[in-house]
């Protein structure tokens, strides 16, 4: 089955920096990659997502990076701010699981004032 | 659009005993994926319906089981409770996989905690 590993498991930056976050995963099948956040008490909410077809994606200040020959995607956040403090998920699914996703195991995100 | 919903959101519960948690989809969602989260073993997954049928399973015990009614709504059951099974159960409804605009989206969670 499908396996996915995250890195790093904690990050911490300045307000205003990148934060970088990094996954691979094992099954070539897979074509959907989501990337969700998690806030304490909240379930995961969906923040952005890439599907094999495709190589990167924008939306304001984050961005996801697909490289498929490497089976690795990356989550970048720009001018990070207090906010985006969280508990960030990569994930990897479709192809022949339906929807079932396979998680990392999460990167504790701290921006500091 | 309403979101995901799922009820109850908090439960507790004794060991040996059974639960039932219900899940809302979005308007229109027609699969529905449950998960156990835990600090110990992250999210995982736990069944998927489409259309009243199972169509995919993890690697839980049998004393995990799910179904989906005819209006999308879905109810996972948890038998034979045990401490193990303290955990976040989230439920997560999406679209058809395999369509352009497939995307899934998670409800708040049930927090079960068994004593």
């Known amino acids: 089955g499908e396996n996915v590993e995250q890195h790093p498991s904690t990050l911490s930056v300045q307000e205003g920096d990148s934060a970088v976050i990094k996954c691979t995963y094992s099954d070539s099948a897979s074509n959907y990659f989501p990337w969700y956040k998690q806030e304490l008490g909240k379930g995961p909410q969906l923040i952005i997502d890439i599907r094999s077809n495709v190589g990167e994606k924008k939306d304001q200040r984050i961005a996801v990076t697909l490289n498929k020959t490497a089976k690795h995607f990356s989550l970048h956040i720009t001018e990070t701010q207090p906010e985006d403090s969280a508990v960030y998920f990569c994930a990897a699914g479709g192809g022949t699981s339906y929807g079932k996703l396979t998680f990392g195991q999460g990167t504790i995100l701290t921006v500091h004032p | 659009k309403a979101g995901v919903t799922q009820t109850p959101r908090y439960l507790i519960k004794t060991r040996g005993q059974q639960v039932t948690l219900s899940c809302s989809p979005i308007?229109?969602?027609?699969?529905v994926s449950w998960y156990q989260q835990t600090p110990g073993q992250g999210l995982q997954f736990l069944f998927e319906?489409?259309?009243?049928?199972?169509?995919n399973k993890g690697n839980f015990p049998g004393r995990f089981s799910g179904r989906q009614f005819s209006n999308s709504r879905s109810e996972m059951n948890v038998s034979t409770l045990e401490l193990g099974d303290s955990a976040l159960y989230l439920c997560?409804?999406?679209?058809?996989?395999?369509?352009?605009?497939?995307?899934?989206?998670f409800g708040p969670g049930t927090r079960l905690t068994v004593t």
């Open positions: 308007s229109g969602h027609r699969s």
């Open positions: 319906y489409f259309s009243e049928t199972q169509r």
């Open positions: 997560a409804s999406s679209t058809l996989p395999g369509q352009g605009d497939y995307e899934q989206y």
